[in-house]
């Protein structure tokens, strides 16, 4: 659908006539004048204004009302579905919804009084004292019951809102329009246009991009991040292009934009991760009561496939990178083998059964603050323990494992995400370790001589240079470990995402706020 | 009706920049021969720069401050204008 300009009545029944701005009210007018807007839908007349429609018991209660309106002080009818309605009264057919549109009408009847274009005054539904008071007229309805709420306006029949809010609401967008053919499929489409990450998107129509922008309150043109590897600026409205094709509903937008905003940090350096070898992507975990609120799962199969938000999250980020940001695989993607999570890699930490404060919080965040967290990792890879019952055993074999990724002699060069499941960190808790006892036990069992690390030690041409042969080194620089509580409550295994290289050298995890 | 989507691109407008024409010769050139500070790029440098002198250029070493991010734009202006040639060796 083109973009229609709003302030240009896309109904061929409609006048818009700027000279009429303050026109006679509607009964004044010739018994044969047809039901026309006269003015543009953003524009009320002056006087009394009400918005009905016939299938609202409510609304036809209140027609003598407004039999008694239109005889005395003069109103504005607006109809909504049967232009005949009120019978007997002159009214002007909404046809298109415009006015009810333009002026948030989601009840009918709606009474409102205006006074030089501008609504001063409004009520919803029948409430004689509400209407008495705006009309001035002090018996007005006195026959009728003291209150009766009104009915759902057809402006926000969720059936029609997406077409409305294209029609009134398309002037915002900004990005160029693509039409395709009618001989056309449209997934094909985006196949051929390269705008695909290798799996059916949705195609981005008006009406879905401007649902989308529903879920947050910025501007579509509010930027929001400059994307690399083209280094271009992205807008709310592209995030929400991109997010529509991706899967996701407008209230996982907040979420998409804050990972936008950790990944193209400095410090996590998507161009990096974007380029490197390796098979890295960004892994993002979501903190707070909002993850919950959009459904997302943390629970059984927390990295797998099925949940919605999980999976459309992540890959909003990364469609982003490669339409946006120009990232795509045999390009700057130059990673020799991938892995299935750049497609998307993103969960949400079991905060509620969790025996330790979050991850988001170890970070600095409020407990209630819904945050997003980026680190450049790669696969998850299963730490299998079905016998240790104490802590100790445990931290023994979660060490054992850590130790070996990417190649047991490398040292402090990654960090890595430790994912505990339910049944393993209640041993943790049992004992009563919280969050840094389980760290600084880890950490105190990955401490290795020099001598074992150095390039050729132990057959193994990898290593460390020959200078630290006599030195004490850490698998992991401080902070450099990353504790998340997530997975199914059944099972004693935990997981962990090896990183890419780390610190200023590479990538920093970045944890951002979710906002509205 | 046909269906309209909207482009998910940075919609970018390209320069349109040409690469400057070969030289016939390196022979008293100034060549830069950048080091992406990754592993043994220097070992491969090293080599390349006593070739080149060899054959009569003149030689400026340059090097990043890390392999994973694009080469600072000051680093960029230092080589252009101090060279007539660069060359980038990219390790792995």
Redesign the interface.
């Known amino acids: 659908m083109a973009a229609v300009d709003p302030s240009i009545a896309s109904d061929d029944t409609l006048v818009p006539t700027h000279d009429l701005a303050h026109t006679l009210p509607a009964q004044t007018l010739p018994a044969q004048t047809l039901p026309v807007r006269t003015l543009p839908a953003q524009t009320l007349p002056d006087g009394l204004v009400v918005v009905v429609k016939r299938e609202c018991a409510t609304c036809v209660m209140v027609v003598p009302v407004l039999a008694r309106l239109a005889a005395t002080v003069g109103v504005t009818i607006f109809t909504q579905d049967d232009p005949t309605f009120p019978d007997g009264l002159a009214s002007v057919h909404d046809a298109d919804l415009g006015v009810s549109w333009h002026h948030q009408i989601e009840t009918v009847p709606t009474l409102m009084r205006v006074i030089d274009a501008k609504e001063v005054d409004r009520t919803v539904g029948w409430s004689r004292a509400a209407w008495q008071a705006i009309t001035g007229i002090e018996d007005l309805g006195d026959d009728l019951v003291v209150m009766r709420p009104g009915c759902g306006s057809l402006s926000v029949d969720p059936d029609r809102e997406d077409e409305l809010r294209a029609r009134f609401g398309g002037g915002v967008l900004r990005a160029r329009r693509v039409e395709l053919a009618d001989a056309e499929d449209e997934i094909e489409a985006l196949f051929d246009r390269g705008w695909s990450d290798g799996l059916p998107v949705v195609p981005p129509t008006e009406a879905r991009v401007l649902r989308m922008l529903t879920g947050t309150t910025r501007a579509p043109s509010d930027i929001v991040a400059v994307v690399p590897p083209d280094l271009v600026e992205v807008t709310v409205e592209k995030v929400a292009i991109n997010a529509v094709m991706a899967g996701c509903k407008p209230e996982y937008l907040p979420w998409v934009i804050a990972a936008l905003e950790a990944a193209c940090t400095s410090e996590f350096n998507i161009h990096g991760v974007l380029a490197t070898t390796m098979p890295m992507g960004p892994v993002i975990i979501c903190n707070g009561p909002g993850t919950r609120a959009i459904g997302m799962n943390s629970g059984i199969n927390v990295l797998g496939q099925g949940n919605r938000a999980n999976l459309t999250i992540g890959r909003a980020v990364q469609l982003v990178i490669r339409n946006v940001g120009g990232g795509r695989p045999g390009e700057v993607d130059r990673a020799t083998h991938g892995n299935p999570g750049k497609l998307s890699f993103c969960f949400a930490e079991d905060e509620a059964t969790s025996p330790w404060t979050s991850l988001s919080t170890s970070l600095g965040i409020a407990p209630t603050t819904n945050a997003v967290t980026v680190f450049a990792g790669e696969g998850p890879r299963c730490i299998v323990d079905q016998l240790a019952r104490d802590p100790d055993r445990l931290a023994n074999t979660f060490a054992a494992c850590l130790r070996t990724m990417h190649n047991p002699k490398l040292v402090l060069a990654f960090d890595a995400i430790l994912i505990v499941g339910p049944e393993h960190a209640r041993v943790f808790a049992e004992a009563g370790w919280d969050r840094d006892r389980v760290l600084s036990e880890i950490h105190s069992r990955l401490q290795f001589p020099g001598s074992e690390l150095v390039r050729g030690a132990g057959g193994i041409a990898e290593g460390v240079p020959a200078h630290l042969k006599d030195a004490t080194l850490p698998k992991f620089r401080p902070g450099g470990l990353l504790l998340v509580h997530a997975g199914g409550g059944a099972g004693l295994f935990s997981a962990m995402i090896g990183g890419w290289a780390n610190g200023e050298v590479g990538s920093k995890p970045v944890t951002r706020e979710v906002g509205s | 009706m046909?269906?309209?989507?909207?482009?998910?691109?940075?919609?970018?407008r390209l320069a349109e920049m040409s690469r400057c024409a070969r030289p016939a010769t390196l022979a008293g050139l100034t060549v830069g021969l950048l080091d992406i500070s990754k592993a043994r790029g220097d070992v491969f440098l090293d080599r390349l720069e006593q070739h080149l002198v060899e054959i009569g250029a003149s030689v400026k070493r340059f090097r990043k401050p890390?392999f994973?991010?694009?080469a600072p734009v000051d680093l960029r202006h230092e080589i252009a204008s101090q060279c007539q040639v660069v060359i980038e060796a990219l390790a792995?």
């Open positions: 046909s269906t309209v989507i909207l482009d998910p691109t940075g919609e970018r890390t994973t991010k694009p792995d």
